[in-house]
């Protein structure tokens, strides 16, 4: 079940050196295509990168919360065309959850870096960055990278005692 899945789900950003095997990023790659879209528009188009170098390169997309990307063997970059949709950003974020989603169901552990509206240093932008490096289109605007592989850390569940139930609300905002 899904509840089992999301219990047990952490984001992972330390990776065994082990390849992230080929059906396994076909898998992945199947997910995200059969991602929920607003209209059926799917704006959304995805570079898959297991390139050491270029993993390496795009582990220097931001200044802070993507070195880890370095020693991943996978890394999924998530764009859409924000000229197709006017909810680009919520297609490429359902897409990005999906995807995470699938790697945890594959035994695989997966890291978000958050590139939208990020910087890559004090004067250019994360997604400009990774767009030179990607040679992207014009068109396309990146949300995320999902860094992925087999992990080399151990993270207890939550623990569902401390979820955070006073931010349920029933039928009005602040009913019990």
């Not at 370095?70 to 000229?83: F, S």
């Not at 932008?125 to 068109?139: D, G, H």
Request: charged share 25%; proline share 3%.
């Amino acid at each position: 079940m899904l509840i089992s899945l999301l219990q047990k789900r952490r984001s992972i950003r330390k990776f065994q050196s082990l390849k992230v095997e080929a059906q396994n990023i076909d898998i992945l790659i199947e997910a995200a295509l059969r991602s929920p879209s607003s209209r059926g528009i799917c704006p959304w188009e995805f570079v898959v990168v297991t390139n050491k170098n270029i993993l390496e390169k795009l582990s220097k997309s931001k200044e802070t919360g993507s070195a880890f990307l370095a020693n991943a063997p996978l890394g999924i970059v998530v764009c859409a065309d924000q000229k197709k949709s006017d909810v680009w950003i919520e297609d490429a974020s359902i897409a990005s959850i999906i995807i995470h989603l699938t790697a945890a169901s594959l035994g695989l552990g997966s890291c978000w870096i958050q590139i939208r509206e990020r910087m890559h240093n004090k004067t250019d932008s994360a997604e400009l960055y990774i767009a030179e490096l990607l040679k992207l289109p014009a068109n396309l605007k990146i949300l995320s990278i999902i860094g992925i592989g087999y992990a080399a850390e151990q993270k207890p569940p939550h623990e569902k005692e401390k979820l955070q139930y006073s931010k349920i609300h029933r039928e009005v905002y602040g009913g019990k």
